[in-house]
């Protein structure tokens, strides 16, 4: 199993540009999530996702999009990049509410 | 909204034990977890520990939770360099489907 997949794994963009954020799980879990980490700072939930089909948004929804066209898949997409949004994103996953959080190895995102 | 606040830095020398504290304000907190993030990797779960438990030994882990004071520590004994990471505390309450992280407390082992 490969477990939660984050790509790509660094990425500089200018800002106003648009990219998506890829995340794939091979668990067959229902719950995925994204979460942001800043500097010196707790992560922060972006949006979250019980099934293929179901989002929610989390603290930090503005200036993210998502979709669950199928379980594995959760990408993250950011239509008009700012500074703000220069951070670390992780995606994680999990098959059911009191089951281990699988995280992936992040993606460390600058706008410049 | 829900709050999970820890120390942001703890120094220990080798074969010391660590205490980490986390305090957390939501009083539906259900589950309550230890996670640890070494360098350029994402979170992995240490242990976690239910709201109705006082105490959770896990080889050289153990953790502590006062329900009462709202506040969970994480022992590490016998640290060693190899512990040395960022470990976040986090809480999921009653009703809630996602994980509220504290701020990581940067754990530096020293030999």
């Known amino acids: 199993n490969a477990g939660v997949t984050q790509t790509p794994k660094f990425r500089i963009l200018k800002i106003g540009q648009s990219m998506t954020l890829q995340c794939a799980q091979d668990?067959?879990?229902?719950?995925m999530y994204w979460y942001r980490q800043d500097p010196g700072m707790g992560l922060k939930l972006i949006y979250y996702?019980?099934?293929?089909?179901?989002?929610d948004k989390g603290e930090v929804p503005n200036g993210y999009n998502v979709s669950r066209s199928t379980t594995e898949d959760f990408p993250l997409r950011l239509e008009l990049a700012a500074p703000s949004q220069t951070s670390v994103y992780f995606c994680?996953?999990?098959?059911?509410?009191?089951?281990?959080?699988?995280f992936g190895s992040g993606t460390q995102l600058s706008v410049l | 909204g829900e709050d999970v606040e820890q120390s942001l830095f703890l120094s220990v020398r080798e074969g010391d034990s660590s205490v980490i504290n986390c305090t957390y304000t939501d009083s539906s907190s259900t589950y309550l977890y230890w996670y640890k993030q070494e360098p350029g990797a994402g979170l992995q779960l240490l242990t976690y520990i239910f709201s109705n438990m006082d105490m959770k030994q896990d080889q050289r882990l153990t953790v502590l939770l006062n329900k009462k004071d709202k506040h969970l520590s994480l022992r590490i004994a016998d640290t060693q360099t190899g512990d040395s990471a960022i470990y976040f505390c986090?809480?999921?309450?009653?009703?809630?489907?996602?994980?509220?992280f504290g701020s990581g407390t940067r754990l530096q082992v020293q030999p």
């Open positions: 668990m067959n879990h229902n719950y």
């Open positions: 996702s019980v099934g293929a089909g179901i989002t």
């Open positions: 994680a996953s999990r098959r059911g509410e009191n089951e281990k959080l699988f």
């Open positions: 986090a809480e999921r309450g009653t009703g809630r489907r996602a994980l509220t």
